[in-house]
């Protein structure tokens, strides 16, 4: 089975531009949940979808959004840059919405805002 | 808010020390408890994990016991390896119906030959 797929694997942005992420799950999962990981605060969730709803959030602002899409593809899409969003950010899947299942995760998309 | 503390490292070992990274949480509800190992460019991958108190998971020489009475679950290891040398997160999944998984801060694992 191919792992979770995330795209690009790095990004340049200026300050005040959006950016959109994209997060290709292990065939059959259907949880996938996004995290943002810096060397200030580690790593933090953003939050999950399971079939195509958003199921629960972490503390981000609005400017943080996502969705995912029937064949559970998600993409991931921030707003409005600032420079502290530099950070890499992750994706992860899994195959059920079980609490006790581990998570699957991406090598990341490495976002740099200048 | 629910919780992780892991102790900070970096952690320094020659191979085939024994190794203990420490990790406490919050005691909200009944989570299922995660150690993830983080290799230099890549994203998270499970290590082990255990999903009620006393269970203990093991994985590549490495084992952890989830302690309900200390809030801990501690990783150790009897023999490291250079290969061993990573970052290493513990991780807690919310209880109650609620997928809100909380991370460590991770800690670095340095092995010398």
């Known amino acids: 089975k191919a792992g979770v797929t995330q795209t690009p694997r790095y990004l340049i942005k200026t300050r005040g531009q959006q950016v959109t992420l994209s997060c290709s799950p292990i065939s059959g999962h259907r949880s996938v949940s996004w995290y943002q990981q810096t060397p200030g605060q580690g790593l933090q969730f953003l939050f999950e979808y399971f079939s195509e709803t958003q199921r629960n959030k972490g503390n981000f602002p609005g400017r943080f959004s996502g969705r995912q899409f029937s064949n559970s593809r998600s993409e991931m899409n921030v707003s409005t840059l600032e420079l502290g969003d530099s950070a890499l950010y992750l994706c992860?899947?899994?195959?059920?919405?079980?609490?006790?299942?581990?998570?699957?995760f991406g090598q990341g998309t490495r976002l740099t805002v200048v | 808010g629910d919780s992780v503390t892991q102790m900070e490292g970096p952690v320094t070992l020659s191979e085939e020390a024994f190794l203990t990274i420490n990790c406490t949480y919050t005691?909200?509800?009944?989570?299922?408890l995660f150690w993830y190992v983080q290799y230099p460019g890549e994203g998270l991958q499970l290590l082990l994990k255990?999903?009620?108190?006393?269970d203990k998971g093991s994985n590549k020489g490495f084992e952890a016991t989830y302690r309900k009475e200390t809030t801990s679950f501690h990783l150790e290891k009897g023999s490291v390896q250079v290969s061993d040398s990573a970052v290493y997160f513990c991780a807690r999944h919310a209880s109650g119906g609620s997928y809100i998984p909380t991370f460590g801060r991770g800690t670095s694992l340095i092995v010398h030959p």
């Open positions: 992860a899947s899994r195959d059920t919405g079980q609490l006790n299942t581990e998570a699957f």
């Open positions: 255990a999903t009620k108190a006393d």
């Open positions: 005691a909200t509800g009944y989570p299922s």
